[in-house]
Structures are given as C-alpha cells and as structure tokens.
Nanobody, 115 residues
Framework: QVQLVESGGGLVQAGGSLRLSCAAS????????MGWYRQAPGKQRELVAD???????NYANSVKGRFTISRDNAKNTVYLQMNSLKPEDTAVYYC?????????WGQGTQVTVSS
C-alpha cells in the first residue's frame, strides 16, 4: 500500500523558514516524479514545485527564489525548503507522487505564516 506522510509544518513569523518532508513507502520511490502543492482556505489547490526522477525542478512563480525542492532517493523522501516566508504562503501543503494511471497524495501539513 502506497503511503505519503508529510511533516514539518507549523507556525512561523513572516521572513522565517520551514522545511517540509514527505516520506514515501510501499512503492519504488526513485522512479517517480514528486510534487508539492498547497491549498489556502477558499482557494483551489495549486502547484508549488515539482521534481522529476532525474532531479529536474519546476517552481510556481510566486515561490521562485524562496523555495527549494529536493529529493533523497536513499531515504524515499522529498523535501521543500521554504525561506523568506510570507503570510500569503499560509496553506495546507500536500505531497504528490506522479504515477502513470494514478497519482498519490499525502494527508497534508499546515503551514501558517504570521505577519
């Protein structure tokens, strides 16, 4: 059974940093692209960043230069380093594994940035 478990969310002041982790189990991690999405109250879920199996990355314009996505295939884990956080980054952050025919999602972790 595939499981994605996020951790690392919390409350931080504007300008601060957090690092999110997403640990995968039940599946071969290294061959799958991974992504981080977020959903703020009353808004649609949106892509934050993703990373291919080969390490190529892609970022939403709103987080470029502030967030960094990375992966450690030995630990079956993808990370999202978030720096210079802003109140508008407040959302539930979800990890996603891209698979042909079906994607998998984690349960989400709350990130709250106070002004």
């Amino acid at each position: 059974q595939v499981q994605l478990v996020e951790s690392g969310g919390g409350l931080v002041q504007a300008g601060g940093s957090l690092r999110l982790s997403c640990a995968a189990s039940g599946i071969i991690f290294s061959i799958n692209a991974m992504g981080w999405y977020r959903q703020a109250p009353g808004k649609q879920r949106e892509l934050v960043a993703d990373i291919s199996s080969g390490g190529s990355t892609n970022y939403a314009n709103s987080v470029k230069g502030r967030f960094t996505i990375s992966r450690d295939n030995a630990k079956n884990t993808v990370y999202l380093q978030m720096n210079s956080l802003k109140p508008e980054d407040t959302a539930v952050y979800y990890c996603k594994m891209y698979r042909p025919g079906r994607d998998y999602w984690g349960q989400g972790t709350q990130v709250t940035v106070s002004s």
